[in-house]
T-cell receptor, first 115, second 114 residues
Framework: GAVVSQHPSRVICKSGTSVKIECRSL??????MFWYRQFPKQSLMLMAT?????????EQGVEKDKFLINHASLTLSTLTVTSAHPEDSSFYIC???????????FGPGTRLTVL | GESVGLHLPTLSVQEGDNSIINCAYS??????FIWYKQESGKGPQFIID?????DKRQGQRVTVLLNKTVKHLSLQIAATQPGDSAVYFC?????????????FGTGTRLKVLA
């Protein structure tokens, strides 16, 4: 149980284009989903927290207009990187938690490369 | 032994030995602690968790110890295997956060030597 998927696993795009990453909880209802970014050899950096049906809460320094988050259902959240630039290249990971539970279950991550 | 890499400290352990990975947490109000294992190119995988009202919790080949006096958390892996090679992160959730957000540690890379 507690499986979270992400799609795509890898994406390469040209500078200036937008990329959408999907995060799905496959066998539970995710009250809250989190989006993280991870640079090589570093820990996970929380970008934003999203609750189903509400606007996402962004961490300080994360541009909400650049990283659009939608949590339209209890099993799906999407992260759209708008007008991507090479510095947005990174490993993006989502996680999900069910209501009343502390534990976050993580997706396998999406490797974004912006040329 | 231990060495400090560019960003991640590394623990090298002989196969079959026990591993101890340490973590210092920051918030004395943290209520919940969790260990994750992350293999290269993958998302973190849940290992074990512990609540602040406990000192020790055991799982399969793993034990988590919590010392609230010095705000220290450790993960012990018994009979370390090559498949245990990964980066291990601790995370804490402050009780007062109300957001269920994790505060992650910097991580430790575990290398299992054959």
């Amino acid at each position: 149980g507690a499986v979270v998927s992400q799609h795509p696993s890898r994406v390469i795009c040209k500078s200036g284009t937008s990329v959408k990453i999907e995060c799905r909880s496959l066998d539970f209802q995710a009250t809250t989903m989190f989006w993280y970014r991870q640079f090589p050899k570093q820990s996970l950096m929380l970008m934003a927290t999203s609750n189903e049906g509400s606007k996402a809460t962004y961490e300080q320094g994360v541009e909400k207009d650049k990283f659009l988050i939608n949590h339209a259902s209890l099993t799906l959240s999407t992260l759209t990187v708008t007008s991507a630039h090479p510095e947005d290249s990174s490993f993006y990971i989502c996680s999900a938690r069910a209501s009343g539970v502390y534990t976050q279950y993580f997706g396998p991550g999406t490797r974004l490369t912006v040329l | 032994g231990e060495s400090v890499g560019l960003h991640l400290p590394t623990l090298s352990v002989q196969e079959g030995d026990n591993s101890i990975i340490n973590c210092a947490y920051s918030n004395s109000a943290s209520d919940y602690f969790i260990w994750y294992k992350q293999e290269s190119g993958k998302g973190p995988q849940f290992i074990i968790d512990i609540r602040s009202n406990m000192d020790k919790r055991q799982g399969q080949r793993v034990t988590v110890l919590l010392n609230k006096t010095v705000k220290h958390l450790s993960l012990q892996i018994a009979a370390t295997q090559p498949g245990d090679s990964a980066v291990y992160f601790c995370a804490e959730i402050p009780y007062t956060s109300g957001t269920y957000k994790y505060i992650f540690g910097t991580g430790t890379r575990l290398k299992v030597l054959a």
